[in-house]
């Protein structure tokens, strides 16, 4: 999100067409939106009226998935993303600064899902985003774990940093947030993309379609790897991951 208060991610704009190109069946993005939804039905349970803000909603892709089961709306200021989004199903999206979002406190829960390490004063964002929540409602995070995973790809993609769990939680401290839980994800990853960041290094992004497309064959045996870790672990919080997903409450 942008605004005049600095939040200013900096996801390049080609990257943006990049991975909607690439997010069809991709086993990072459908394993993350499974793990969204599991974690809304936890809070929320199956009740249709409650409402839900995607806080930076990009082209609708996890929206349209909680629209399904919700009242949900998406606020986004990239106006290809929305013009994606309207494009792609009959998707509630508003055109917003992530500083100044026009909507008042009336929703029951507000996801932002790889939003927050685009910026540099990310509890000031969660604060905002807070803000939109009722009284004993729920925020939802999904961000980048683990420092020692930091690559080029990361400066690319505009991350202002990687978290430790003990980051998140201070995070959503700070922003005057209840914390339920923060649970890790992609843990079958994180021994891999520990290796890849020790190979990999500093080496400039020179193809980034290269750095997020995978083979047919190989998405097949990470998708059900996928599969069977949340089967196996749920939403545990032991372990590591190479994202985080954080539950928090706000107070009375």
């Known amino acids: 999100m942008h605004c005049d208060s600095g939040f200013q991610p900096g996801f390049p704009a080609v990257g943006h067409g990049i991975l909607r190109g690439l997010r069809g069946g991709h086993f990072w993005f459908d394993h993350r939106k499974a793990c969204i939804l599991d974690a809304v039905r936890a809070c929320l349970g ?3 009226g409650a409402r839900i803000l995607e806080f930076g909603c990009g082209d609708g892709d996890v929206l349209a998935a909680l629209s399904r089961q919700h009242t ?23 055109a917003g600064e992530g500083g100044a979002p026009p909507f008042s406190r009336s929703f029951d829960l507000v996801g932002l899902f790889d ?13 905002i985003a807070s803000s939109l929540v009722r009284p004993r409602g729920w925020i939802l995070l999904t961000v980048p774990a683990d420092p020692a995973l930091w690559t080029a790809l990361d400066e690319y993609a505009g991350h202002e940093r990687r978290y430790t769990r003990s980051m998140v939680e201070q995070l959503c401290v700070k922003a005057s947030l209840e914390v339920v839980s ?31 497309r995978v ?3 190989s998405n097949h045996l990470l998708s059900t790897a996928l599969r069977a870790e949340r089967r196996l672990f749920g939403r545990s919080s032991r372990g590591h991951g190479t994202s985080w997903l954080a539950v928090a409450r706000i107070a009375e």
Not at 72 to 94: I, N
């Open 115 to 127: 939003v927050v390490e685009h910026v540099e004063d990310d509890v000031g964002l969660l604060r």
């Open 215 to 217: 083979g047919s064959l």
């Open 72 to 94: 949900a709306f998406g606020l986004e200021r990239r106006l290809e993303d929305l013009t994606a989004a309207r494009r792609d199903g009959p998707l509630t999206v508003v």
């Open 46 to 48: 199956a009740s249709p």
């Open 182 to 212: 923060v649970a890790p994800l992609f843990r079958f990853l994180w021994p891999l993309a520990r290796v890849r960041a020790a190979i990999r290094g500093r080496r400039p992004v020179e193809d980034p379609e290269s750095e997020y």
